[in-house]
């Protein structure tokens, strides 16, 4: 009887569906048109628009029939789901939200049809031969071919079924055959077909986690070191205000991360939000995001050029701050503005979350060309370094500090530069996207543990500070004296005016060679320069040695008072 059966639907060219029941091809397409049109997800409607699913049964030669239609909420308007019904297309297309939705519920509804005529068919024609299977159906998403019981097959996820986009790793969804020959059935609506692994929405969350607590920790160190930075005016110079204004633009990037991380990314995965257009908000937020990514990139490199033009061109003149600032802050609005004005023309949908036409690339070109000019200030570094430095213990110090540069000039995104390929293992791409999130959320930290918690020059900047605010609050400290006299160690016979101190800058003035050389009359010696050691509050240079040594004998020594202008022979 059960092989009678079988031939009966082979002879017929039947198409099986899910519901159990076997459907003449037209039928049958107006079946799974219609599923598949139940079966989109409810954020692709427009408020108020969406039809319902409709089933009438009927008897057709003493067996039951079942048809399936759409019909609104009222039961006014009633339509059958035929892809060869123009009126009707353009009736069910009007409900969906964006055009895309509506071409995705149409896909679906064509490769139901494929199956029916290139699967269904050709497996019900030779059903009797094979003997006991689970018969090959279709479930309104997927073509399943005929089973062997005990087994459970597996079929890539399809693109028409996701909102956006399928994730990039592959993911399947799975059909079970039991033992008896019948598909698993624990759905209301006939067999099951599990599509749980389709959402890939677990991977998805650890990302995002893992991203906000990277940039969260980076928003949280680095936040003292620029308000300091931007409050002591002695940083405001020099290396100094370049790793100040990376540190700033790291600081907005770590925010524009979080922030769109928890709108945007974490409210899509968990259904907090739907998948709509989003408006001029959304939009707002995207270019914000955009341009504090660009920004931080650029920046990166305007720290690379900064330091190579000290390094290459060491008595050149400095660029000036407003070149900085162009390159750093006003070049990412350019291309950001690009950008957004390409997305509105282009592709104004989905809070420009889709990349149809590779617009992407506006804004990853520079980030690219950054990348790029980096390692090749780096490399040229490196080189000049190693001509000028003979010993092999100053060549292992230069390359352990050219090791410092690498989180300063983003070359740590080398590891991530190439994403992996569609369709790879999704535990191996989640380990790509950890590492990604990892190298860029912490870059932040690490830049301003290195050039500002333990900078030696910025420390030395922040005790004075102290010291300064110490005394100015009365609570016992002592502020540091910014001139000494030499009166403190000269003789009490000599009467010096007060152009002849020395600051405690380090660096003598010209008023110091005079009165050193007046008080001295000769070369110093070691007592001697203990004292002028004390005087200045610091080791003299070797500049500074040299200069000492070289002043002529004619001053007069001992407590002879000093010439008040420079010897003539010493004016040039």
Not at 144 to 170: A, F, L, M
Not at 255 to 276: E, I, Q
Not at 289 to 297: E, F, G, T
Not at 413 to 425: N, S
Request: with cysteine; glycine share 8%.
């Amino acid at each position: 009887m059960h092989q009678l059966v079988r031939s009966e639907v082979a002879a017929q060219k039947l198409c099986r569906f899910r519901d159990g029941a076997s459907y003449p091809p037209a039928q049958f397409d107006l079946v799974t048109c219609t599923w598949c049109y139940a079966y989109s997800g409810h954020d692709w409607f427009l408020p108020g628009r969406r039809l319902l699913l409709g089933r009438r049964r009927w008897q057709v030669n003493g067996s039951a029939s079942v048809i399936y239609y759409l019909h609104t909420a009222n039961g006014s308007t009633a339509l059958l789901a035929n892809l060869s019904d123009p009126a009707a297309v353009d009736a069910i297309a009007r409900t969906f939200a964006e055009p895309h939705f509506a071409a995705k519920w149409a896909e679906c509804c064509r490769s139901s049809q494929q199956c029916c005529r290139n699967v269904l068919q050709r497996a019900a024609a030779g059903a009797a031969d094979r003997g006991q299977h689970c018969p090959a159906t279709e479930d309104a998403w997927l073509c399943w071919n005929e089973t062997r019981p005990g087994t459970t097959v597996y079929q890539p996820c399809p693109d028409y079924i996701y909102t956006h986009r399928r994730p990039s790793c592959r993911v399947f969804a799975k059909k079970e055959c039991t033992a008896n020959g019948t598909w698993a059935g624990s759905a209301p609506h006939g067999e099951y077909t599990d599509y749980g692994d389709c959402t890939n929405t677990w991977h998805g969350l650890v990302r995002q986690y893992i991203n906000i607590a990277c940039n969260v920790v980076s928003m949280l160190v680095l936040l003292p070191a620029v308000v300091l930075t931007a409050i002591i005016r002695s940083l405001h110079s020099g290396q100094f205000l370049l790793h100040g204004s990376l540190m700033a633009a790291l600081l907005v990037r770590c925010v524009m991360v979080v922030w769109r991380a928890v709108v945007l990314n974490l409210s899509h995965l968990t259904g907090a939000v739907d998948g709509t257009d989003g408006g001029i908000g959304c939009r707002l937020l995207q270019a914000l995001y955009k341009y504090a990514v660009l920004s931080s990139w650029t920046w990166m490199l305007t720290v690379g050029l900064g330091l190579h033009h000290s390094v290459a061109r060491p008595f050149a003149k400095p660029f000036k701050t407003y070149v900085f600032c162009t390159l750093g802050w006003g070049v990412p609005a350019l291309f950001v503005g690009g950008w957004a004005a390409a997305k509105a023309l282009l592709e104004d949908e989905l809070c420009w979350m889709l990349n149809v036409h590779h617009l992407v690339w506006i804004l990853d070109a520079p980030k690219l060309a950054c990348l790029l000019l980096n390692l090749v200030f780096m490399v040229n570094v490196l080189r000049i370094l190693n001509t000028k430095l003979q010993s092999s213990e100053g060549r292992r110090r230069s390359f352990r500090a050219l090791a410092m540069l690498v989180p300063l000039f983003g070359l740590q995104f080398l590891v991530t530069a190439l994403p992996p390929k569609e369709d790879v293992d999704c535990a191996a791409e989640q380990a790509y996207y950890i590492a990604s999130y990892l190298i860029s959320g912490l870059q932040g930290a690490v830049v301003a543990c290195i050039y500002f918690y333990t900078n030696a020059e910025v420390r030395t900047q922040l005790r004075r500070q102290y010291r300064v605010l110490q005394a100015r609050s009365g609570l016992g400290g002592r502020a540091p004296s910014r001139r000494r006299t030499l009166s403190t160690e000269a003789p009490s016979s000599v009467a010096l005016p007060r152009r002849h101190q020395v600051t405690d800058a380090g660096e003598p003035t010209e008023a110091q060679h005079l009165t050193v050389t007046s008080l001295l009359g000769s070369e110093p010696t070691e007592a001697q320069q203990l004292t002028f050691t004390s005087l200045l509050g610091s080791e003299p240079t070797e500049a500074q040695h040299l200069t000492f040594t070289s002043l002529p004998d004619g001053g007069g020594g001992g407590g002879e008072r000093p010439s008040t202008g420079p010897p003539a022979d010493t004016a040039a």
